[in-house]
């Protein structure tokens, strides 16, 4: 599933290529990926609008529109948003075209195999109603920054282990699976540490961990894993999984000491994996 970094490269794209141009017609061929409305909502939503800017919320890309509405774009587990020549032949599973005036014209598909992802135009103004998980997001690293103040007050308020509070996206917004995994190496602890009994020092290791973790992973474009599900807006894979120190390398010799192998264990309903020699 796409992550953080992941999301914020397909935002970069979209904001190069796709802010200050209108949408001259919207095409819906998947209810599924409408589901939160319709695709008359979608198509009235968007027509002859054109999309200012271009943020994100934890893995949620917000659009902001000329209207006064906003549209989400969420990829879950398969989601893609590519750019293509109008025109072109659309790979299978093409659920919502845009079609983008100017020169050339382009078209913005959504491509989804297993329809989890989904697209919604919302009013800002009743975003409690309409897009409710939003508001219970918690602090998105990259795009609110976190302090090393705010990440020792999410810590040690509470007492639960790294991993599932790393994950929870109530609390920090935008990591998953693989960036939680390679920070807690980074930081050099355990995922299984419970959040209250970390010293200052760790604190501070983790910050900069989670920071220097998500700041790499955007700069190689995100993780491009063996199933190639996620690509950027071009269709180009990035390159940090050639820096995965311990996600996915159970059993492996660890990269950063040499001697000792990769562990899995499963913490709060999730395989891990650490280095039981590096990560205490
Ligand atoms: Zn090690």
New binding site residues.
Partial sequence: MPELPEVETVRRGLEAQVVGRRIERVEVGRERTVRRTSAEALIDGLTGVTITRFGRRGKYLIGELDSGDRLMIHLRMSGRVLIAAAGTERPPHTHVVLHLAGEPPQEMWFVDPRTFGEVVVFDPNNAAAEMPELAKLGIDPVTDGLTRAELTALLLGRSRQLKPLLLDQHVIAGIGNIYCDETLHLAKLRPDRLSDSLSAREIGRLHRAIHEVLAQAIEAGGSTLADTQYVDIEGQGGWFQLHHRVYDRAGQR?L??G??DIVRIVTGGRSTCF?P??QH
């Fill in positions: 660890c950063t000491c001697r000792a280095c020699r590096c």
